[in-house]
């Protein structure tokens, strides 16, 4: 007998509803209750299932058998339940086309649906895996039709069956930027379009800046650009950006998820303060023994690389924690890495002693937080910023016009930014 699916018709509000985990999806375990607060407006609590046991969701959230995590505020859900709600884009679709009978944080919670970031699922059944089903993912044909309906979706234009059918599973991914989900040869991946108002070709630059980032020895999600139709001849030609999911393991037999706790989560979680050290300390105390040097490191190149490419949107959710299958933590491969082109001049979290201030010098201040000698720190700066001189001929390379290029170059080769790179040259 196959389970009745939810959908938003079907579904009566309920005060609790079930959290799973899909480690492996044919075969989910109940982890816990997730319940509306009876003393905070819109805020979620949960509590462990009594025969859960193998791995706390993330540390403010500690195996405690009957213990009601709440993290007490208006709006909120406790520790790694953060990272299974949808974010602005996934909202937007959950209220406008999905309109469930009831919008509390218990919805958003179940409506983000069965694919969602990491290895946790909603039920509304503590028996049974039942999810918000998602229809089946559009394919790489009906890509014009996909883009269509996202722009329908930012103009808040009627909604239509085929908006619905396209849209719909793209809700269970954060972030702001409008996203979905695709079936392509190799497997489903993530798409991201352009806002409507952006004057440059972002997919294409943030393919660009990933790819570079590779090369400046980060370790990135993979990327890809697929070329948008274009509705008007004159129009400059636009793209979509491919990502390969990192919280989704596909061998041969088996299709696995990987648990995953944004920085947010994590810093939260450690009670420490939101910058790159904290997080360099989080994984010296969650990574495997053997990899912590390294896994320091990385950090420590992608803040240098962020800095030097003005990428200032470097914020909490955009770095993330995976959970292996050895029990350690490590940082996810890096995504949403692009130029911000704001001239800001600080980072989104803390760089060292001189604040988020986009600056070498602030970087190397506080070595000891990422476990760094001086001349090993002036070293990894040094093949950065050798890579991130070559970037105007990188995105030419890979079909950034010479438009778009010279409103990066404002950016990424301001005085403020290519006197530093410079000296390291
Ligand atoms: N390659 C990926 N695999 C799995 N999850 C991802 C991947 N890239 C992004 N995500 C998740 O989706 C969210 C939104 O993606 P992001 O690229 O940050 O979009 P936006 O530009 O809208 O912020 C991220 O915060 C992260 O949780
Ligand atoms: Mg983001």
Redesign the pocket.
């Known amino acids: 007998m196959t389970a009745p699916e939810v959908t938003p018709r079907s579904y009566q509000p309920q005060d609790t509803l079930y959290l799973w985990t899909l480690i492996n999806p044919a075969s989910p375990v109940l982890t816990g209750a997730v319940s509306l607060s009876a003393l905070v407006p819109n805020c979620a609590t949960f509590t462990y299932a009594a025969d859960w046991w193998q791995f706390a969701l993330s540390e403010n959230l500690p195996l405690m058998a009957g213990q009601v995590f709440s993290a007490g505020e208006k709006d909120s859900a406790p520790g790694a339940l953060d990272d299974a709600r949808p ?1 602005r ?1 996934g909202e937007r679709i959950i209220r406008h086309i999905d309109r469930p009978a009831r919008l509390s944080i218990l919805e958003m919670l179940l409506f983000a649906g069965d694919d969602r ?1 990491g290895a946790l699922g909603v039920s509304t059944s503590a028996e049974h895996y039942l999810p918000r089903r998602i229809g089946p993912y559009p394919q790489l044909r009906d890509l014009a039709a996909l883009v269509r309906a996202v722009e329908d979706v930012q103009s808040q234009a009627p909604v239509t069956p085929e908006i619905q059918r396209l849209v719909q599973p793209g809700v269970t ?5 409008p ?1 979905a989900l695709l079936h392509t040869d190799s497997g489903a991946c ?1 798409v ?1 379009f352009s806002e409507l108002d952006e004057t440059v070709d972002t997919p294409l630059i943030e393919h660009a800046t990933m790819t570079l980032a590779a090369l400046a020895g980060i370790r990135v ?1 993979a990327t890809g650009v697929l070329a948008i139709p274009s509705r008007h001849a004159h129009h400059k030609s636009r793209h979509a950006l491919t ?5 989704r393991l596909q061998t041969d037999s088996l299709n696995l998820r990987l648990h995953c706790i ?1 920085a947010k989560t994590a810093l939260a979680a450690a009670g420490l303060t939101e910058s790159y050290g904290a997080l360099a300390t989080v994984l010296l105390r969650q990574a495997h023994p053997e990899r912590q040097k390294n896994q320091r490191e990385e950090l420590f190149r992608r803040m240098v690389f962020n800095i030097l490419m003005d990428n200032t949107d470097d914020h909490e ?2 770095h ?1 924690l995976r959970l292996g299958f050895d029990g350690y933590y490590e940082l996810a491969p890096a ?2 890495v692009v130029p911000t082109l704001q001239n800001m001049g600080y980072q989104a979290l803390v760089v060292g002693q001189h604040g988020a201030q986009s600056t070498l010098d602030n970087a190397l201040t506080e070595l000891s937080e990422f476990g760094l000698t001086r001349p090993r720190a002036l070293e990894l700066i040094q093949s950065v910023a050798r890579v991130v001189e070559q970037w105007s001929r990188h995105f030419q390379q890979l079909g950034v016009c010479a438009a778009d290029r010279e409103q990066l170059a404002a950016s990424i080769d301001r005085d403020d930014l290519r006197l530093q790179r410079q000296v390291y040259c």
């Open positions: 974010d884009w970031f991914l954060g972030g702001a930027r996203k993530i991201k999600a990502i390969q999911r990192f919280d944004s959710r955009n993330c995504f949403d």
